[in-house]
């Protein structure tokens, strides 16, 4: 299909929308402790994450980790430089990890793609009973002591049309469309951001009529 065997968004490009999202974001992490971003494939999760650690006061104190780009154990030898020990405990990870936050000055861990990694949920469920705090992002609802759900919806349709129109004159500066058919493609795609980038990419080779129709 149009958007099958595209390769993912790119994280580090202008961010749209959600502007009442990451201030909610900000006051729920100052009510409690952990919190799990949820939400449909696509919808942002990670752009959010990554959007209120930048504008966090201090970055420094939280540390982004994709659990989707590698295993746990790699993102944390790489971050904070936690050598894996084989048949470690829980516990004794758990000890070593908090004294490398410690050391750092690191309050927060930010775990995204959660639900790909169901092996290490046991390990960061023991990790909930500490004093670091957690925020997690998911597609999947999680255990209670994972914090509560921040439900994430689709854009707005103009945050989705703005967003639209950003990527794919990344691809092609002189892309023009008529607003109409425009917001008919972002209202087709359900206004979720990843579906709205991969269709930008499209425009290099292919019309806005030609992208509606393919997605017919």
């Known amino acids: 299909g149009l958007l099958e065997q595209m390769p993912p968004p790119h994280t580090n490009h202008r961010f749209f ?9 900000g ?37 982004y980790l994709d659990l989707q ?21 829980h516990h004794a990870w758990v000890v070593r990890l908090l004294e490398a936050c410690r050391t750092r000055g690191i309050t927060r861990l930010l775990l995204d793609h959660i639900d790909r990694a169901p092996d290490v949920r046991q390990m ?19 255990p209670e002591d994972f914090g509560p759900p921040f439900h994430l919806e689709s854009l707005p349709v103009q945050d989705g049309v703005a967003l639209f129109l950003d990527r794919a ?17 972002v209202r087709r795609l359900d206004a979720l951001p990843q579906a709205l980038e991969l269709a930008a990419a499209r425009v290099r080779i292919m019309s806005i009529s030609d992208i509606l129709e393919r997605l017919e």
Request: proline content about 9%.
């Open 124 to 142: 960061l469920r023991v990790l909930t009973t500490s004093r670091l705090s957690l925020v997690f992002a998911s597609r999947q609802s999680l």
């Open 27 to 63: 006051s729920h992490l100052a009510r409690g402790q952990h919190l799990t971003i949820l939400g449909p494939a696509g919808v942002g999760k990670s752009g959010l994450l990554q959007a209120w650690h930048r504008r966090h006061p201090n970055p420094a104190h939280a540390t």
């Open 69 to 89: 780009r590698a295993p746990l154990s790699q993102l944390l030898l790489e971050t904070l430089g936690i050598p894996p020990l084989p048949g470690e405990s």
């Open 17 to 25: 929308g959600r502007e009442h999202e990451i201030a909610a974001l």
């Open 169 to 185: 004159r990344l691809v092609r500066p002189d892309f023009e469309a008529p607003q109409d058919r425009v917001e008919e493609l």
